[in-house]
């Protein structure tokens, strides 16, 4: 005689950047204990890979491409799926750096994250238009989950930033003739970037730096020195715990 399955519930989740729906399932033990291994791996490539395998098993319906979809959708679509798996509350503990008497205080506190309250923080004055001089211009889009995560290592901030925004070129227009980011190689991209004006760079720069993010805000008292802590709290592979 086979065993009973177990019936579980469905979600329905809107991600940030359309406000289209998608109806997720929790991720059931099996999912966890893979997310558990990726973390304990510690390899990068192998978190990636399994966090996206975990999403796309528990999309019930909703046609989606995780390649795709803009980084922070990835994050929002995981966020909800611990939450609605494991629960909505993290105890976590932060080093009070308040200071007293001229030096920080160093008191350990304990702070509860309620997940459910993880927002996205879009700045509406960033434009996905740049004009870069008289002839030529750059739609940028939104860089993928693989591209954010994946830029690690031993590479310089700025070499991570030129990286980071030829993945955010979608394309290129000098006057009458459109040129497809899909159509050139990274290093042809690179290539382009790196021949720019330090003023044009910077258009591209402050798109990359007001990408997208989301947070989670708490709050918790050091009982050492009594300093009540606003906190922001943006690392996500500690929702794994």
Do not use: W
């Amino acid at each position: 005689m086979t065993l009973p399955k177990i019936d579980v519930p469905t979600y329905d989740i809107p991600l940030p950047s359309s406000g289209k729906t998608v109806k997720i399932r929790p991720f059931v033990v099996k999912e966890e204990k893979l997310l558990l291994m990726a973390i304990e791996s510690k390899d990068n490539e192998n978190i990636i890979k399994t966090t996206k395998q975990v999403i796309n098993n528990c999309i019930v319906s909703g046609d989606l491409d995780l390649e795709k979809m803009p980084f922070f959708d990835v994050d929002y679509l995981f966020i909800a799926l611990r939450a609605k798996s494991i629960g909505e509350n993290i105890e976590t503990s932060y080093i009070c750096n308040n200071l007293v008497d001229g030096n920080k205080c160093g008191g350990v506190f304990e702070a509860v994250i309620d997940i459910s309250n993880c927002v996205i923080e879009k700045k509406d004055d960033i434009s996905m238009d740049i004009i870069i001089s008289s002839k030529i211009a750059i739609k940028m889009k939104y860089p993928s989950y693989s591209i954010m995560k994946m830029i690690t290592g031993n590479e310089s901030n700025f070499q991570k930033k030129i990286r980071i925004i030829s993945s955010c070129i979608d394309r290129i227009t000098n006057g009458d003739q459109v040129y497809s980011s899909k159509d050139y190689s990274k290093e042809e991209l690179v290539e382009f970037i790196e021949g720019l004006t330090s003023e044009q760079y910077k258009k591209l720069e402050e798109f990359v730096d007001n990408l997208p993010s989301f947070t989670i805000e708490t709050s918790g008292v050091c009982p050492k020195c009594g300093f009540e802590h606003n906190i922001k709290y943006t690392d996500f592979t500690r929702f794994f715990q």
